[in-house]
């Protein structure tokens, strides 16, 4: 798979997964610091929207925030980590 084409595979997988957790930016932003994650908000919405590319870290980081947010509402946590997501 290409760069452009995981790229876009990743911006979709957690564009999707936010919008069915139903949460906004700046929450996740708050989780992705939480777990580890260190780019100021205005990054990780320039990650989300393509205008930089997500590094497997940030992408890790992201992922991992959205699926505690899921598990703190109930739910299983489903946001595939990046060696998930390439079959790695």
């Known amino acids: 798979m290409s760069t452009p084409q995981l790229q876009a595979l990743m911006r979709e997988t957690l564009g999707g997964a936010m919008q ?11 989780g992705y610091v939480a777990v580890g994650g260190s780019e ?10 393509g205008r930089q590319a997500i590094e497997p870290d ?18 299983r946590g489903a ?9 790695a």
Do not use: K, M
């Open 58 to 75: 940030q992408y890790d980081f992201l992922a991992q925030a959205i699926n505690d947010h899921a598990v703190s509402l109930g739910n």
């Open 40 to 49: 100021l908000p205005g990054v990780v919405d320039d990650l989300l929207t």
């Open 20 to 30: 069915a957790a139903g949460l906004g930016a700046d929450e996740l932003w708050r």
């Open 79 to 87: 946001v595939p980590y990046f060696h998930q997501l390439c079959g």
